[in-house]
């Protein structure tokens, strides 16, 4: 009892903690409460209440959504958010944060604008498409293409190769049912050729429905139909692009090609293959463009104005610099680049020493691009958790029972954080 009439008082505890001051009350107040139930239960000993309350403070104050280094070399890490931001794509993020904005207002006419021109000449100046807009996200595109022009109870073409599941659940029959259109599958699973889609057409049919396969890939005796092909069928063809890099650079199905060949509608996504913020691209037809721009799912999966920003930034980063955008230069990273920080973080990490190994892209893009390049190896992988526990938190990549920390996804300016994260768990570990 008289240890329980020893706790100081709220305001006096509180006071201890530099913190706003209902934040310091609240602190005080749950560790004097978990305290009483410490010494009604028998605890002896002395214990700093001042230093559980302020660690309470911090605690509750910690954001939940943090910054990662992200050691794992996968570049489009969906877990990690996918892509970092380019500095002018933060800085745009930024400047919309802070203020109002011409968002949705035509500063010459004083009248509502729309969203949608804020970005519409670079999508249309990058691909060649004649129109073209953003939504929230790539699958909202893909949903969104195939509701516009598909709508109740028409019939959709797709491939029996290409019914795929992209990841969270997004599976492409269920997308089409979501839109109210009817699937008609035609094909095999390995393979389709134009004669099977050409039988299929009716006077039903909307619209034939093409969808990468992202993060999965068939070889052997596999034939599909180029998008050149259904698009000379007569029927609108939308073209789910997905992931893949604009300049077609690494195997990818290309934006541009889609466009070129006349397809109505091409969904590709903002972050997997613009390195840019979360957003679902739709490009093609003029005509097919405004029928998804008036769609009540067009307001539904409105893109947001921080993301939007983010998007013309990085839109224009891949007219003027594509080198300033991080995706494309960890893509691209020289030996040498790589090298120089591998032997930065090993110098400094006893134990540690490089070996090669081989990244990957991720994020359902490019699945089988291999990156290969030095990585820096510790010994032990059970080091895994306390990493991940760590401030800020670090994933690596565990291999044959060791962690690897791969260069590629760390920038420059994270290195020194990197082995402040990792230092103080080798000490003790090294002969
Ligand atoms: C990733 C992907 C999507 C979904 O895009 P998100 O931006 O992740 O919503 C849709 N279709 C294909 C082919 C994809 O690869």
Not at 324 to 344: D, K, N
Request: hydrophobic share 50%.
């Amino acid at each position: 009892m008289s240890a329980l009439r020893g706790l100081p008082p709220v305001d006096t505890l509180a006071a201890e903690v530099d913190a706003p001051r209902a934040l310091a009350v609240a602190a005080a107040r749950a560790v004097l409460a978990e305290r009483r139930a410490e010494l009604l239960g028998g605890a002896l000993g002395e214990t700093d209440l001042g230093a559980r309350a302020r660690a309470w403070a911090a605690d509750v104050t910690r954001p939940s959504l943090r910054r990662v280094l992200n050691a794992t070399g996968v570049i489009i890490h969906t877990n990690l958010g996918r892509a970092p931001l380019a500095a002018a794509a933060r800085e745009a993020v930024a400047r919309a944060a802070e203020g109002y904005g011409n968002l949705e207002l035509d500063l010459v006419t004083g009248e509502r604008g729309s969203r949608h021109i804020h970005v519409e000449a670079l999508l249309c100046a990058l691909t060649g498409a004649e129109a073209g807009f953003a939504v929230n996200n790539g699958a909202g595109a893909a949903l969104l293409a195939t509701a516009a022009l598909a709508g109740v109870g028409r019939e959709v073409i797709v491939s029996r190769g290409q019914l795929v599941e992209i990841g969270g659940g997004f599976r492409v029959p269920d997308v089409i049912a979501q839109a109210g259109a009817r699937l008609v599958e035609v094909g095999t699973t390995n393979r389709t050729r134009v004669d099977d889609y050409s039988r299929a057409v009716t006077a039903d049919t909307a619209a034939i429905l093409r969808v990468h396969q992202s993060n999965f890939r068939q070889l052997g005796f596999v034939e599909d139909v180029g998008v050149e092909a259904l698009c000379e069928l007569g029927v609108p063809v939308i073209d789910d692009v997905g992931s893949g890099a604009l300049d077609a650079l690494y195997d990818e199905p290309a934006v541009r090609r889609s466009v070129a060949a006349g397809a109505a509608l091409v969904c590709f996504s903002g972050d997997k293959l613009l390195g840019g913020p979360q957003a679902g691209l739709l490009v093609g037809r003029a005509e097919a463009v405004e029928r998804a721009k008036r769609h009540p799912l067009a307001r539904a999966l409105r893109i947001d104005k921080l993301s939007l920003a983010a998007l013309e930034a990085t839109l224009r980063l891949h007219r003027d610099a594509p080198d300033e955008i991080p995706v494309l230069a960890m893509l691209h990273a020289s030996r040498e680049v790589l090298l120089t920080r591998a032997e930065r973080l090993a110098a400094a990490l006893p134990g540690a020493e490089i070996i090669e190994s081989v990244a990957r892209v991720g994020g359902g893009a490019l699945p089988l691009l291999e990156l290969p390049g030095p990585v820096v190896a510790l010994p032990d992988a059970s080091l895994a958790p306390a990493l991940r526990a760590g401030d800020p938190p670090l994933i690596g990549r565990v291999e044959h029972a060791r962690l690897l920390l791969d260069p590629r996804t760390l920038a420059d300016d994270e290195l020194e954080a990197t082995i402040a994260a990792v230092k103080p768990h080798l000490r003790g570990q090294t002969p």
